[in-house]
């Protein structure tokens, strides 16, 4: 399926508002990462571009970037879909910069061991014929699935 231009440009209003609502709930009121999903999908369509505006200049967000805004959750395109996953490649360290992923059960399960935004992870090991990664966070190992993994966007 492919989106016309005005279509794509209705897109990115949505995901705007909806990573704006995300962040207000996270930043600003106090959600966890993993309550925001349902709750700012509810508020981006009832945000008038007059509440985006204030929504983004109290984030500190330019007033007219329609592209992504920073959160631990990032709508994956398939163009996109490579560069996202956490490399797997042996005795490499990166910074998680993102999450790709919505569900709410899962993001507490990556909160748990540590694998949030901002935060150095290892790759120790990686086993060979599609097995887990070994990583390393904040001093604890774990064993990650190649699926869960390439959920995880590192540089």
Known sequence: ????????????????????SERLLTD??????????????????AISPEMEDRIAESLGIQRH????????????????KS???LQPQAHEKGIIVSVFEEDPKMLKYLASLGLIPDVCVKVEEVAPFGGPLIVCVAGSRYALGREVASKIKVK
Do not use: N, Y
Request: with cysteine; aromatic share 6%; net charge positive.
């Open 1 to 20: 399926m492919c989106l016309t231009d005005d279509g794509k440009s209705l897109a990115k209003k949505v995901i705007r508002r909806h990573r704006l």
């Open 28 to 45: 600003i009121l106090g959600f966890k990462w993993d309550e925001v999903h349902d709750e700012a999908c509810r508020l981006e369509h």
């Open 65 to 80: 970037v329609h592209m992504v805004i920073p959160f631990q959750i990032k709508m994956v395109s398939s163009q996109r």
């Open 83 to 85: 560069e996202a996953a």
